[in-house]
């Protein structure tokens, strides 16, 4: 039943649109009336649709556009603007899977048949319809009007047609209807009623283990709006500094990391001064947790001056080893292979009060000397499964067959990075996916393969302290529904003697 809701490969769109003119009979012609609002959702869909854009990086040009649109006209484009605008997109493509069961169910054809900008204004109402409060007539009425203006009247009927059959039902209904039974058929129905591809859904029960109800609220946070949280970079920054700079029913301390603070609804990180001058920056604590606990773990004998980031872009953990190192007199080597993010990396720790470096280098041919460092951290690249929360579109993107795909870059960094500690010192090995097959099957065939680099395993559970629900050990693997953060792995390795 989830078939539906794939629509890659589609058809290309048609340039062009169809133009409205006047009836040959009944009530004159009325020109489409402009919602800028649901203009701009549509156009970051298009983006993410075809230019494969990043929802998160996108939107925020299109609402800039929007504002500066705006006031060259005199009008206002406000917060509650770009909040509906944010709401739409957001919501649209978390929800994707779900709303193309429904859409497939009220149309004549196959999905794959409907051109791809149509699918989109269809998927935009049926979320208001479903997944807003925004009641049914303006639901439809608001989309039609904008199917008129980026699709023509032609298109914008059909697109009328369908809306009204779906708003005859609410989101229960319409899952009683497309979704399997759950006894029947227990995954392809969690991936039709929390709209994830069946695939994921598998390799995160997988990972996660236990029944239906741990499922339920994992794939439930996947589709909750992510808090932003800030971290106060230490000794540049302090938690009170930046909850300070916000009103006060705008800010929350944070759960585990004692650099955190979230933010409530309606902050903004731009507004803080620390945030605007790179002593704090937005970073998941769940990213903070990992580098806490490469910082805190025991080394064997011998010096704690240098420490690297062997994947630093963007940049966020590297601040923040950063920030540590320079408390007890250490450098960090912040190592990153593509040169646009390397400039991240470097724009993330300039103001650094303790030594560090930049480089452009690739982590698996090492610019350094065997041995060279006291702590390394590699936070390879991944599927991105661990972060479908921010960045939604990821899971309609991957394919089961892409995670073998990182498994020999994974397998390499780690190695590498076993090869540049000394004797005693300590890896992390993290990534932001709890597919199985990227993180402890990738730490168990590097430690297992011959002539491999001696390591013990660390137990990475008491360098988090406070934080519950950490599992077996000696690894830690975080939850979006049990700790409020990113799906972050993290493996501890001590390199031992030869």
């Not at 549509?42 to 929007?66: G, I, T």
């Not at 608001?142 to 779906?166: P, S």
């Not at 280098?361 to 661990?386: K, S």
Request: proline letters at 9%; charged letters at 25%.
């Amino acid at each position: 039943m989830s078939e539906p809701s794939r629509r890659r490969p589609r058809p290309a769109a048609r340039q062009g649109r169809s133009q409205g003119g006047p009836p040959q009979g009944g009530r004159p012609y009325r020109k489409p009336q402009r919602d800028p609002v649901r203009v701009l959702a549509f156009e970051a869909l298009r983006a993410v649709d075809e230019r494969d854009a990043y929802a998160n990086l996108v939107l925020p040009a299109l609402l800039r556009e929007a504002e500066a649109e705006a006031a060259r006209k005199g009008r206002e484009f406000d917060r509650r603007d770009a909040a509906l605008a944010t709401e739409l997109v957001y919501g649209t493509l978390r929800r994707r899977g779900t709303y193309d069961a429904v859409i497939a169910a009220c149309v004549d054809r196959p999905l794959r048949e409907v051109d791809p900008p149509v699918l989109d204004v269809l998927s935009l109402g049926t979320h208001q319809l479903l997944g807003t409060r925004i009641p049914s007539h303006a639901a439809v009425s608001a989309t039609v009007e904008l199917a008129r203006v980026v699709l023509g009247d032609g298109r914008a009927k059909f697109v009328n047609a369908v809306l009204r059959r779906i708003a005859a039902r609410d989101l229960d209904a319409w899952l009683d209807e497309v979704a399997p039974p759950y006894d029947e058929d227990a995954e392809d129905h969690l991936a039709v009623v929390h709209s994830h591809p069946r695939w994921i859904v598998s390799a995160l029960w997988d990972a996660l283990g236990g029944g239906r109800a741990g499922m339920e609220e994992l794939l439930a946070a996947d589709n909750e709006r992510p808090e932003v949280t800030l971290v106060a970079r230490p000794g540049r920054a302090t938690t009170q500094e930046l909850a300070d700079a916000l009103p006060a029913d705008t800010t929350l301390p944070g759960r585990w990391s004692p650099w955190a603070v979230r933010l409530a609804e309606g902050g903004d990180p731009a507004a803080i001064e620390a945030v605007r001058e790179g002593r704090a920056g937005v970073q998941d604590e769940g990213s903070q947790l990992v580098a806490a606990a490469l910082a805190a773990a025991p080394l064997g004998d011998g010096p704690d001056r240098l420490w690297l980031d062997g994947c630093a872009g963007p940049g966020g953990k590297a601040a923040l080893l950063a920030a540590l190192a320079a408390e007890r007199g250490a450098a960090l080597v912040a190592s990153e292979k593509q040169p646009h993010r390397a400039r991240l990396v470097a724009r993330a720790l300039a103001g650094n009060p303790g030594p560090y470096g930049v480089i452009v280098a690739d982590g698996t041919r090492p610019a350094w000397r065997p041995g060279a460092f006291d702590r390394v951290l590699v936070d390879v690249p991944c599927t991105g499964l661990g972060a479908l929360r921010r960045r939604p579109e990821a899971r309609w993107r991957r394919r089961a067959e892409d995670v073998p795909g990182f498994a020999p870059l994974q397998r390499g960094l780690l190695e590498s990075a076993l090869s540049a500690v000394r004797v005693g010192g300590v890896v992390g090995y993290a990534t932001c996916s709890p597919h199985p097959a990227e993180t402890r099957a990738v730490v168990e065939d590097v430690l297992g393969r011959p002539g491999a680099v001696p390591a013990e395993w660390v137990d990475a559970r008491p360098l988090m302290p406070g934080v519950p629900d950490l599992g077996d050990g000696p690894d830690v693997q975080l939850w979006p529904h049990l700790h409020g953060t990113d799906a972050m792995y993290l493996a501890l390795l001590r390199r031992t003697g030869e």
